[in-house]
């Protein structure tokens, strides 16, 4: 079991958070995250669901009045088809994996395209500074 530490220079924690706060589409996904129960798969307990594009535009429609957006028929930004939900998508997937949530985009298939949102099991903050030790090296 692997547990893995990355740090940010603040810069990257800022760039990231305004990347996240300024699409409402990464807030919705990461309040979907959020909500994820968990899933045993042998001995590993998974936080993960697959949806169709058009159930996941469905299920961010429902969540949206959560992250502050009342209106998604008339809110700029917003995906009203679900190609354009997997469009907007594609360009937070990075953003979204620096928060600890994984968006994979399948291939479209019978169903539609299949879009699955794994979470890590704590997403933890990152600290707005790094903490200095007072032990030496």
Same mark, same amino acid.
């Given at each position: 079991n692997t547990t893995a530490v990355l740090w940010y220079s603040p810069a990257? @924690? @800022? $760039?990231? $958070?305004?990347a996240i706060s300024g699409t409402p589409i990464a807030a919705a996904i990461l309040k979907i995250a959020s909500d994820i129960m968990p899933v045993t798969m042998g001995e590993k307990i998974l936080y993960i669901k697959t949806y169709t594009a058009a159930e996941l535009l469905k299920e961010l429609n429902h969540v949206a009045p959560d992250i502050g957006v009342d209106d998604t028929r008339h809110h700029p930004g917003w995906p009203k088809a679900p190609n354009s939900l997997t469009r907007k998508l594609r360009g937070i997937l990075s953003n979204l994996r620096d928060a600890g949530v994984l968006v994979t985009i399948g291939e479209h298939g019978e169903s539609g395209r299949m879009i699955t949102i794994e979470r890590a099991n704590r997403v933890q903050k990152i600290p707005s500074e790094p903490s200095v030790s007072s032990e030496p090296y």
């Open positions: 990257a @924690r @800022r $760039s990231n $958070s305004e």
